[in-house]
């Protein structure tokens, strides 16, 4: 089993740049799909970046062009580079690890945007 610690979260301001980290214990990350997910108060937990564990990529619409997520197998960590930040990205962000139709959690770090 697979435990997930999240780091890099803060408060910043609009247009500024965050870079998340997730870190692996217990498991190599290395046959895992990750991916970050967010949940912001009052709102449901959505998907914000996947990647598989081949490194393909994907992002969602809100996020693509400005947050880029990659893995570092050989270090067993997850990241999730945040740039251009807005307002609206803020919340609490989760580290998620998926290997056969189980689900991990990291405790979740916050994301506050604002001026």
């Known amino acids: 089993q697979v435990q997930l610690v999240e780091s890099g979260g803060g408060l910043v301001q609009p247009g500024g740049s965050l870079r998340l980290s997730c870190a692996a214990s217990?498991?190599?990350?290395?046959?895992?799909?990750m991916a970050w997910y967010r949940q912001a108060p009052g709102k449901q937990r959505e998907l914000v970046a996947g990647i598989t564990s081949g490194g393909r990529r994907n992002h969602a619409d809100p996020v693509k062009g400005r947050f880029t997520i990659s893995r570092d197998n050989a270090k067993n960590t997850v990241d999730l580079q945040m740039n251009r930040l807005k307002p609206e990205d803020t919340a609490v962000y989760y580290c998620?690890?998926?290997?056969?139709?189980?689900?991990?959690w990291g405790q979740g770090t916050q994301v506050t945007v604002s001026s």
């Open positions: 217990g498991s190599s990350l290395s046959v895992y799909f």
């Open positions: 998620n690890a998926v290997r056969d139709g189980n689900f991990y």
